[in-house]
């Protein structure tokens, strides 16, 4: 064999060794990034079963606030209503004379000027005098309770739904 020969059966083997050596390392780090690639489909699959969970959990809660809400909701325009029939009953009546407001008489025995109270009506307070009110000024007066009686209403429709939020 010429030296030639030997050089070139040299590279050969060495060309051989190399592929070989190359084809194990692929094979090698082929099989660590199946593994990996597995390992990886499996973090994201729990992830996102965490994550799905955590959404399930955060409607569940919004429906529950939303149905909570809606039935403070229905109790304040239940009581709303009742209220604004109520007035509403009340100034009819008050319309046709059928109730007429009066008002207790502070007595003052020094200046002798008390008014004369309205006669036959019975009251829990005894021998107290009273004065009628004209009509319309009980309108006002009751125009004027109903709008403090919405207020009050109002303020508890929200302190129920902010009470009903921050739980």
């Known amino acids: 064999m010429t030296p030639v020969?030997?050089?070139?059966?040299?590279?050969?083997?060495?060309?051989?060794?190399?592929?070989?050596t190359w084809k194990v390392q692929d094979w090698r780090y082929g099989e660590r990034l199946a593994v990996q690639s597995g390992l990886h489909k499996d973090d994201l699959a729990a992830i996102s079963n965490a994550?799905?969970?955590?959404?399930?959990?955060?409607?569940?809660?919004?429906?529950?606030?939303?149905?909570?809400l809606q039935s403070?909701?229905?109790?304040?325009?239940?009581?709303?209503?009742?209220?604004?029939k109520n007035i509403s009953r009340l100034r009819d009546r008050l319309a046709t004379s059928d109730l007429r407001l009066s008002v207790l008489l502070a007595e003052d025995?020094?200046?002798?000027?008390?008014?004369p109270a309205t006669t036959g009506t019975v009251g829990v307070v005894h021998a107290a005098r009273r004065a009628q009110l004209d009509p319309a000024h009980a309108q006002r007066i009751v125009a004027i309770t109903d709008a403090g009686d919405q207020g009050l209403i109002a303020l508890r429709a929200c302190q129920a739904y902010v009470r009903a939020v921050l739980r």
């Open 5 to 20: 020969q030997k050089i070139a059966g040299l590279l050969v083997v060495i060309a051989i060794a190399c592929f070989s």
């Open 109 to 115: 025995s020094a200046s002798g000027c008390n008014l």
């Open 72 to 84: 403070i909701d229905e109790a304040h325009f239940k009581e709303f209503s009742d209220a604004q």
């Open 51 to 68: 994550a799905a969970a955590q959404a399930r959990i955060e409607q569940d809660k919004r429906l529950g606030l939303e149905g909570r």
